[in-house]
């Protein structure tokens, strides 16, 4: 169950604060709160991919904040006359919580995904980044569509052994919301975040739109340009059938059922 205020959209629970809200309850919970907690993003994108993927979309529906990543959403929810005034990133979340953290002194984090090249990056950057923040574990899990039980298991191992307080998962939408929700609670966290590009967003190995583009909903367009064969389907197929959906009100005859 989402915490915090949402609004339903085509059929998902979406959280409506600002981003400073929600960075401040997943720090509250990090650092006092007990058992575990995860975050997922939605976007066109993810909900059209959803739609051909019954355990992704139980998955989306499962966390306990999913936030609107995409000006689709924002648009979707004025359209609906809504309260989400403003995206809010995975990247976002990640800094904004490792800024909390590193104010007050303490946090334990662990990475799982990417390339050993990337995350030893990430060490590196977080150590001069976030002095305070302990990066307890990193694990490069094998580049396939699905994981055996075996593999699954010896990553929440590898995961509990660090003793982290978050868990950072870069694995790609829908593998890594997928295998937060299938591990659940046998994850010992307080809180994980499945934030796909953004580890090759802090690392600069893509590099992000900058804030004018960002301000004017426009963040894909360069990044396009920059990957068009990986995000070409996402803008001319997935976002109209967001919209389609939108506009015909999926979210309603969801709901109804």
Same mark, same amino acid.
């Given at each position: 169950?989402?915490?915090?205020?949402?609004?339903?959209?085509?059929?998902?629970?979406?959280?409506?604060?600002?981003?400073?809200?929600?960075?401040?309850?997943?720090?509250?919970?990090?650092?006092?709160?007990?058992?575990?907690?995860?975050?997922?993003?939605?976007?066109?994108?993810?909900?059209?991919?959803?739609?051909?993927?019954?355990?992704?979309?139980?998955?989306?529906?499962?966390?306990?904040?999913?936030?609107?990543? $995409?000006? &689709?959403?924002?648009?979707?929810?004025?359209?609906?006359? %809504?309260? *989400?005034?403003?995206?809010? =990133? +995975?990247?976002?979340?990640?800094?904004?919580?490792?800024?909390?953290?590193?104010?007050?002194?303490?946090?334990?984090?662990?990475?799982?995904?990417?390339?050993?090249?990337?995350?030893?990056?990430?060490?590196?950057?977080?150590?001069?980044?976030?002095?305070?923040?302990?990066?307890?574990?990193?694990?490069?899990?094998?580049?396939?569509?699905?994981?055996?039980?075996?593999?699954?298991?010896?990553?929440?191992?590898?995961?509990?052994?660090?003793?982290?307080?978050?868990?950072?998962?870069?694995?790609?939408?829908?593998?890594?919301?997928?295998?937060?929700?299938?591990? $659940?609670? &046998?994850?010992?966290?307080?809180?994980?975040?499945?934030? %796909?590009? *953004?580890?090759?967003?802090? =690392? +600069?190995?893509?590099?992000?739109?900058?804030?004018?583009?960002?301000?004017?909903?426009?963040?894909?367009?360069?990044?396009?340009?920059?990957?068009?064969?990986?995000?070409?389907?996402?803008?001319?197929?997935?976002?109209?059938?967001?919209?389609?959906?939108?506009?015909?009100?999926?979210?309603?005859?969801?709901?109804?059922?």
């Amino acid at each position: 169950m989402t915490q915090g205020p949402t609004e339903r959209i085509v059929g998902y629970s979406v959280y409506t604060a600002e981003v400073e809200a929600c960075v401040d309850a997943i720090a509250d919970h990090v650092l006092h709160g007990n058992g575990m907690r995860w975050l997922a993003c939605l976007n066109p994108h993810s909900y059209a991919e959803a739609l051909k993927k019954p355990a992704f979309a139980n998955a989306l529906r499962a966390a306990d904040w999913l936030i609107p990543d $995409g000006v &689709g959403i924002v648009l979707a929810s004025r359209l609906r006359r %809504g309260h *989400v005034r403003t995206r809010i =990133t +995975g990247g976002d979340i990640f800094f904004g919580l490792h800024d909390r953290l590193e104010r007050a002194g303490a946090g334990r984090v662990f990475f799982l995904g990417s390339t050993e090249q990337t995350l030893a990056s990430i060490r590196e950057r977080m150590a001069k980044d976030y002095p305070h923040i302990k990066v307890v574990g990193t694990l490069s899990p094998p580049f396939k569509p699905d994981y055996s039980d075996a593999e699954i298991n010896e990553m929440v191992a590898a995961v509990n052994s660090a003793k982290p307080d978050v868990l950072w998962v870069g694995m790609t939408a829908p593998k890594q919301e997928t295998w937060i929700h299938r591990v $659940g609670r &046998g994850v010992d966290v307080k809180f994980a975040a499945a934030i %796909g590009a *953004v580890f090759d967003f802090y =690392t +600069g190995r893509i590099k992000r739109s900058s804030p004018a583009f960002q301000r004017l909903g426009l963040e894909w367009l360069p990044r396009l340009v920059q990957e068009p064969r990986r995000l070409w389907r996402r803008m001319f197929v997935s976002a109209p059938i967001f919209l389609r959906d939108v506009i015909l009100g999926r979210g309603e005859m969801v709901d109804a059922q």
